[in-house]
């Protein structure tokens, strides 16, 4: 979705620029749109790749705290 609508805003913004020698306001403002979407889309990437980290973290956590119960109960170890 992100991409569809920055491919979109960089097409248009090339459009209106190829028939202006000048950057107009309105050239102005597609560009800066365009540098707001495509920092919009980092940013989201950067939260998606640390939300997929800390849930890999919280998968190992969780493995970790199965085998500790399992041994513990293999072991009569249990001081509930």
């Given at each position: 979705?992100?991409?569809?609508?920055?491919?979109?805003?960089?097409?248009?913004?090339?459009?209106?620029?190829?028939?202006?020698?000048?950057?107009?306001?309105?050239?102005?403002?597609?560009?800066?749109?365009?540098?707001?979407?495509?920092?919009l889309?980092?940013?989201?990437?950067?939260?998606?790749?640390?939300?997929?980290?800390?849930?890999?973290?919280?998968?190992?956590?969780?493995?970790?705290?199965?085998?500790?119960?399992?041994?513990?109960?293999?072991?009569?170890?249990?001081?509930?």
């Amino acid at each position: 979705m992100h991409k569809l609508l920055l491919t979109a805003l960089a097409g248009l913004t090339l459009a209106l620029a190829s028939g202006c020698e000048e950057d107009g306001p309105i050239e102005e403002f597609g560009e800066s749109l365009d540098n707001a979407v495509e920092s919009l889309n980092d940013a989201g990437n950067d939260v998606s790749s640390e939300l997929e980290n800390a849930g890999e973290e919280m998968a190992d956590a969780a493995e970790d705290a199965c085998n500790n119960f399992e041994d513990a109960i293999d072991n009569h170890e249990l001081n509930c």
